[in-house]
C-alpha cells in the first residue's frame, strides 16, 4: 500500500528536532531507520502528516564507556551494536540480540533508539534492555530527563515518551561474561519472535525477559523470583508464563506460547550456566 501525503523535515540536531515536533504536534513522527514506521505508515496503521527525519543527526549516533555503565546513542544502528568491541567486552547480550534482528539490511539501517521508541512486544531489543535494566534519557522542549528502563514501556507500541519528546541515549549497566543468553523461536531467521527469552547476570542477579508474552516487553518476575528463592533454572522455568498475556495470532495460540516460554526460558538458563 501507499502512505498517506505527509510532509517532510529534515533535523540537523536533536536540538532542531524537538522544536520542530513541538511546532507540528501530535501530527508528527521521528524517521530514523524507518524500518518500524514505514511498514506501519504503508498500512496506514500510523498516519502522520509530518515527518522529521532525524537520520542525520550524527551527534546521536556512539557507543561509549562511561566507567560504571555504557551509553548507547539513539542512532546507533544494530550493525554498530552488533560490531561494537565495547559491547562485546562489557554487555555481550546486547552485541548478540542485535545480531539476531532481521536481516543485515535492517541491521545497517535499523537504530536502537527507533526500535525502543516503537515498542513493539515481538522486537528483540527492547527485551534485551529490559532484561540487562538501566535507564533511557528523553529529550524535550524543557530539557532532558531519566527514565528507568522499568518504566519506559506502557502498552502496545506505547512508551514513557510524550508527543513532543525524543530518545536520545540509552544507558546499560555492564555485565560482561558469559552468564547470558537469548533464545527466539522463529519461523524464518529474519522474523519477527513467536516468543524470546534474555537472560543475563547483572551484578550477580539473574535478570530474565519475555518477547511476544504481553502488551509489552515483560520482566519474568516469577523466574526471577523463584531462582531467588533457591529453585533451579528447570523449576524456575516452570513459572515463564504466570502474569503473561499471550498474544493469539496466525503464528500461536496463547497456550503454545506459554509452552514456548517455559521451553526457551529453560534452554536459555541452562545455556548461560544458570541453575
Known amino acids: 500500500m501507499i502512505p498517506a501525503a505527509f510532509d517532510y523535515k529534515r533535523a540537523g540536531s536533536s536540538e532542531e528536532a524537538v522544536a520542530l515536533i513541538a511546532e507540528y504536534g501530535d501530527e508528527a513522527k521521528f524517521l530514523a531507520g524507518g524500518h518500524s514506521l514505514l511498514p506501519m505508515m504503508k498500512l496506514r496503521l500510523a498516519v502522520p502528516t509530518v515527518l522529521v527525519d532525524i537520520g542525520r543527526v550524527g551527534d546521536l549516533s556512539y557507543i561509549d564507556d562511561r566507567d560504571d555503565h555504557i551509553a548507547i546513542g539513539a542512532l546507533a544502528t544494530h550493525r554498530s551494536l552488533e560490531t561494537s568491541e565495547l ?3 562489557e554487555c555481550p547480550i546486547l ?3 542485535a545480531s539476531k534482528v532481521g536481516d543485515p539490511q535492517v ?3 535499523g537504530t536502537i533508539g527507533g526500535s525502543l521508541a516503537h515498542s513493539d512486544p515481538a522486537s528483540d531489543l527492547p527485551a534485551a534492555v529490559l532484561a540487562l535494566g538501566g535507564s533511557l534519557i528523553a529529550q524535550g522542549p524543557n530539557g532532558e530527563r ?3 528502563v522499568s518504566d519506559f514501556f506502557t502498552g502496545y507500541f506505547e512508551s514513557a515518551l510524550s508527543d513532543d519528546e525524543m530518545l536520545t541515549e540509552i544507558r546499560m549497566p555492564k555485565a560482561p561474561g558469559d552468564s547470558w543468553n537469548y533464545q527466539k523461536f522463529n519461523r524464518r531467521a529474519q ?3 513467536i516468543v524470546g527469552v534474555a537472560a543475563v547476570q547483572v551484578q550477580g542477579t539473574t535478570q530474565v525477559s519475555l518477547v511476544n508474552m504481553g502488551s509489552t516487553p515483560l520482566r519474568a518476575a516469577a523466574v526471577e523470583a523463584a531462582l531467588a528463592g533457591g529453585a533451579s533454572s528447570v523449576e524456575a522455568a516452570e ?5 503473561t498475556d499471550a498474544p493469539t495470532d496466525l503464528n500461536a495460540s496463547p497456550e503454545y506460547r506459554a509452552h514456548l516460554a517455559r521451553v526457551l526460558t529453560r534452554r536459555a538458563l541452562e545455556a548461560a550456566g544458570i541453575s
Open 146 to 148: 531519566e527514565v528507568q
Open 191 to 193: 522474523d519477527w519472535a
Open 87 to 89: 559491547l562485546i567486552a
Open 95 to 97: 552485541a548478540h540480540v
Open 107 to 109: 541491521r545497517h539501517r
Open 239 to 243: 513459572q515463564a508464563a504466570e502474569g
